[in-house]
Each structure stands twice: as C-alpha cells, then as structure tokens.
C-alpha cells in the first residue's frame, strides 16, 4: 500500500509529532512519501531513508509589484504544480492523509484528489479559532470540501462538536485520539539535562511553538507580577516558532523579558528531546488560549507530573475531574492566580501528581494506532 502524507511544515509542534510517530511507526509496513508546502532541507536528519519527500516548493517564491513579472512568476509556480502533480499521479497513491484543517486540505485535493481513500485530521476548536474561514470563505464550502474525504478526523470530542456547531456537520466526523508512545517517552525523559541548571526553586515547564495561541505574552506579564511580589520560582519554556512568524514572535518574547528583566524565566528554544526537561519540572504549565486535545499534557500525565491547564477544550475530556488536575481560569488573572497557589503551596503538587493514572502503553500507542489504521486497511 503506498500513502501521501501532506501537511504544511515537517517540524513543528504536536501535529508534527503526529506525523513523524505514524510514519516511523509503520514505514516498514507501507510505502509512505511525506509532501509539504515548502522545502526543509533537514529532512534527511529526521526521517529515516525509507521515506519518500516531495514539497511544492524549494523557497518562497518572491514578490513584486510589477505586473509583467507577477505574471512571469505565477507561470513558474503553475509549471511547478503541473509538474508536481504529474509526479504524484504517476506513483498511484492508495492512501491520501492530510494532517491539519485550513488549506493544507485544498493543499492535498490539488495533488490528491484521485486517490481513491483519503483522510483528514482537524486539531482546532472551531468555537475558539475559526480562522479556516479566511481560506473558505463560506461554512457551506468547507462542509462540501470536508465531505470529499473519506473521513474528517477530530483529535477530541470537543472538536468534533465545535465543526458542527459552528460549520454544520458533513457527515463524515469521527473521533481517534493521538497516539502517544509512552515507552519513548519514559526513555528519554532519563536523560540527563546538561544546558541549564536546575535551582532548588519551584519549576514550571511549559512546552509549545512560539505563537498567539500558546498564550506565552499573557504568562509573561504573570511572571512580572509575581516578581514584583518577590515570589520565587522558575518557568522554562521549550520550543521554537513556525515557519511564517519565528523570528517576531520570538523576538517579542525576548523583549519582554528584557524589559520586565524576568531573569528567571527561560527561553530555551526547540528541543529534539522535550521530555528531560519535562521531568525536572515540579508542574507541567500550559496558558494556551485555545486547543485540540493537548498531545504534550498527555506526555506530561505520563510522566505523573502534576498538571496545571488554562480552561480550554479537550481539558476536562482530557482529565475527567478536577481533582486530577489544576484547571485555571483562562485569562491572565486565572494564570496568576493558579501559579501564586502553586508557589506559595508546595505540598500543594503532592495532591495532583501522578493522580491521573496513565493509560497503558498498549492503549496510548497500540490500540490507538490501530484505531487510526482500521480506516484506511
């Protein structure tokens, strides 16, 4: 069987993880070649050489005001696609899986509509982030566009009900949690932590790209208050920015921590190995303004460290109570408030860890993976 795996980036964040946990997984089993927007020329660092790559592109193509050389290089890109889409017609996919919403879907009908068995994953909250609509226009649009797949797969119930809510139901949802391979991360979590020091001070470690959405501005802005009441702790924040707002985000963050001189506050980048850091940490901290079904807070719970969640979707799916987690407000106020507990509280951590007991590996990985096979074998 030979599958096309398309999405826009092949490093990222959890949909990434995703992406290469599936591919790794069963690059043995199947013929499997991963398409992306735009070429990343670490490919073969990351993936192993039984997998295919193809791109649309090898850079951005430039931009001009001028008329005949718009002209000129909207043919280039027309001859590329052309190309492009010859080349993946000629290799007869069976299977066509396309990793994200938006326009990675029309991304993937451009060079995969033939196919006969295609597949979607949605990872947004339609109630909180509608941004599809930019590249849609219309609800209607997008339901007939969702319904020329196989299947549109939500990551959580709560997804699954925000599409219908807020674009109307195209009759091809269903349900599959990611998987999550707790053995790896149990392995690496072992390793030593040599970059940076570990003080004796309360630990937050946060993980996630460098956008709006993590809420990373907001959880600035706490620190520099808690500072200013001259309480003592630490945050690491582990990840890096995405391709189209890298550089600004994560200059914005550095600015704030410059001009708030938040010397305890950690911007340790993108991390090949997130999961060491992760267990130095006393609570796992996320102030996302919205999510999916958070792939890293399930790593963390496997972990068994305490959690510490802003009140967004997939939480309470996620937790099944209270008890099993700290949930804050989702606003600055919340996250203040919930971190001051933490802080102030230390025995307050012994109520939460490890309370939310770990699928078994086999259910995490195993069963989970086969769920996601089941729909294209």
Request: hydrophobic share 35%; proline share 3%; net charge neutral.
């Amino acid at each position: 069987m030979k599958i096309l795996v398309v999405n826009d980036i092949l490093q990222g964040g959890g949909v990434e993880k995703l992406m290469y946990d599936f591919v790794t997984y069963y690059k043995d089993k199947y013929d499997i070649t991963i398409l992306t927007d735009k070429r990343d020329f670490d490919f073969e660092n990351v993936y192993p050489p039984e997998v295919g790559y193809l791109y649309q592109m090898e850079k951005d193509y430039p931009v001009s005001n001028h008329f005949l050389k718009r002209r000129i290089i909207k043919k280039i890109r027309e001859q590329r696609e052309k190309k492009l889409k010859n080349k993946i017609r000629s290799m007869n996919f069976d299977v066509l899986l396309c990793m994200k919403e938006s326009w990675i879907m029309m991304m993937a009908m451009t060079y995969g509509d033939y196919i006969p068995k295609r597949f979607a994953w949605v990872h947004t909250d339609y109630t909180k982030s509608y941004y599809t609509k930019h590249w849609f226009n219309t609800a209607d649009y997008e339901v007939e566009f969702m319904r020329r797949f196989n299947n549109v797969v939500c990551v959580s119930k709560v997804i699954e009900e925000s599409i219908k809510k807020v674009i109307g139901d195209p009759g091809n949802l269903l349900v599959r949690y990611n998987p999550v391979n707790k053995e790896d991360i149990i392995n690496k979590s072992m390793e030593e932590v040599s970059d940076i020091k570990r003080s004796k001070r309360p630990l937050f470690v946060t993980v996630g790209r460098l956008n709006i959405q993590k809420g990373y501005d907001i959880l600035l802005e706490v620190c520099n208050l808690l500072n200013s009441e001259g309480l003592q702790y630490d945050v690491w924040i582990i990840g890096g920015g995405e391709s189209w707002n890298n550089y600004e985000v994560l200059h914005e963050l550095e600015d704030k921590i410059r001009e708030f001189n938040l010397k305890n506050v950690y911007l340790l980048g993108e991390r090949k190995n997130p999961y060491k850091y992760i267990s130095q940490a006393d609570w796992f901290l996320s102030t996302s303004r919205y999510e999916g079904y958070s792939y890293v807070s399930q790593e963390a719970c496997i972990l068994k460290k305490p959690l510490m969640l802003t009140a967004c979707s997939g939480v309470m799916e996620l937790l099944g109570s209270e008890e099993n987690g700290m949930i804050m407000e989702n606003s600055y106020k919340g996250i203040y408030l919930g971190m001051k507990s933490a802080i102030e509280n230390p025995d307050l951590k012994e109520k939460y860890m490890g309370k939310l007991i770990p699928e078994s590996a086999k259910c995490y990985w195993d069963d989970r993976l086969d769920t996601i096979e089941k729909l294209f074998s």
